[in-house]
């Protein structure tokens, strides 16, 4: 039997193997459920003119941890394991990709940080657009279900102009705009990388006549975006708003109070955030996700901060949407 305090390094191995895995393309042959697939390394590393003998390591690491399984009587030859297929085809893979590729080097160096060897935001930032990446793809799956409760939340919305704070790659505000029917759709985000990606998507989906991407600070940008659109019948905030809190209240009310100037009379603002009343059962995930924020300059509050924190900034709540209780999640439909 393993002794369990060696599964914490397995499992230090397996989570960094599994994202090197994901950017490399392992599991690229299993995409839209094809349990079928074949992952070919040395046609990989021949396609690609990488290293076999490393892209063959990290295959055989995650055969020995079931995430893949050797292909009979081949060399080189991969299908997706037990552990594999809960992570590719149930999509738990994503929550790797957020957490590695976005704070794996924090994680790295928090003794550092914790020595003041190192500052957060001067020496070492997380990855944002690894974060970005990864938290679109929790988003998506069956599991987490916030990308899909904030869409269902808003088609009882009438809308003319919808925008979503923090839109990153721009698929949610795709999928917003033709689910409610707005006319215009407009996404900013601070990322320069995940709003040029943004625009790519929207050009290739021939919609660059309805929906704008905006580069920048939400609260830098609100008085821009009044004079431009005047006012929004919904808008959105998936995992944004919690990033203001480390500066304080005030900040965060501003941010909120911005949303609130920029709301029509009868339109909704739906928040996606977290909340540490999650903590109370320690959730694997939120417990980690909570870890990486106390080391980045990020914060998080409890059920009940946020809603004053709302109606400080003269949001009022008009309904409140359950989400699973692993991730650790909040959705508000809030009005004026």
């Known amino acids: 039997m393993e002794p369990e305090s060696l599964k914490i390094l397995a499992n230090f191995a397996?989570?960094?193997?599994?994202?090197?895995?994901?950017?490399?393309?392992?599991?690229?042959?299993?995409?839209?459920?094809?349990?079928?697939?074949?992952?070919?390394v040395s046609e990989l590393a021949?396609?690609?003119?990488?290293?076999?003998?490393?892209?063959?390591?990290?295959?055989?690491?995650?055969?020995?941890?079931?995430?893949?399984?050797?292909?009979?009587?081949?060399?080189?030859?991969?299908t997706l394991g037990d552990l594999g297929k809960h992570l590719i085809i149930d999509g738990w893979f994503s929550y790797i990709v957020y957490y590695v590729g976005g704070?794996?080097?924090?994680?790295?160096?928090s003794q550092r940080l914790a020595?003041?060897?190192?500052?957060?935001?001067?020496?070492?930032?997380?990855?944002?657009?690894?974060?970005?990446?990864?938290t679109e793809l929790m988003s998506l799956t069956t599991h987490h279900n916030s990308y899909h409760a904030v869409?269902?939340?808003?088609?009882?919305?009438?809308?003319?102009?919808?925008?979503?704070?923090?839109?990153?790659?721009?698929?949610?505000?795709?999928?917003?705009?033709?689910?409610?029917n707005a006319q215009i759709g407009v996404g900013i985000d601070i990322s320069k990388e995940a709003c040029e990606l943004a625009e790519q998507i929207i050009l290739k989906k021939m919609l660059s006549d309805k929906i704008k991407i905006v580069t920048g600070d939400f609260l830098e940008n609100i008085q821009n975006l009044k004079m431009k659109y005047e006012e929004f019948d919904i808008i959105t905030a998936m995992m944004i708003i919690h990033e203001y809190l480390y500066e304080g209240d005030d900040k965060t009310i501003a941010v909120l109070s911005g949303v609130r100037?920029?709301?029509?009379?009868?339109?909704?603002?739906?928040?996606?955030?977290?909340?540490?009343?999650?903590?109370?059962?320690?959730?694997?995930?939120f417990t980690e996700f909570k870890l990486a924020h106390d080391l980045t300059n990020q914060d998080l509050c409890s059920h009940l901060k946020w809603k004053v924190l709302l109606d400080?900034?003269?949001?009022?709540?008009?309904?409140?949407?359950?989400?699973?209780?692993?991730?650790?999640?909040?959705?508000f439909e809030c009005g004026k």
């Open 14 to 40: 397996v989570a960094n193997s599994v994202f090197s895995a994901y950017c490399l393309g392992f599991f690229d042959p299993f995409v839209l459920n094809n349990l079928d697939g074949i992952l070919d």
């Open 46 to 78: 021949k396609n690609n003119n990488w290293d076999l003998r490393v892209l063959n390591g990290i295959a055989e690491h995650l055969s020995h941890r079931s995430v893949l399984e050797p292909v009979a009587n081949s060399d080189g030859k991969y």
């Open 103 to 109: 704070y794996g080097e924090i994680l790295l160096n």
């Open 115 to 134: 020595k003041k060897e190192i500052v957060y935001g001067q020496n070492i930032t997380r990855n944002i657009d690894w974060v970005a990446k990864g």
């Open 151 to 180: 869409l269902d939340a808003s088609k009882s919305v009438k809308c003319q102009n919808a925008l979503d704070i923090g839109c990153g790659t721009a698929k949610f505000l795709v999928d917003l705009v033709r689910s409610t």
């Open 261 to 285: 100037e920029l709301l029509s009379p009868s339109g909704s603002f739906l928040l996606l955030d977290k909340s540490t009343d999650a903590l109370k059962t320690s959730p694997l995930y």
């Open 312 to 331: 400080k900034a003269g949001l009022k709540i008009k309904n409140e949407f359950p989400l699973p209780p692993h991730t650790g999640s909040i959705l």
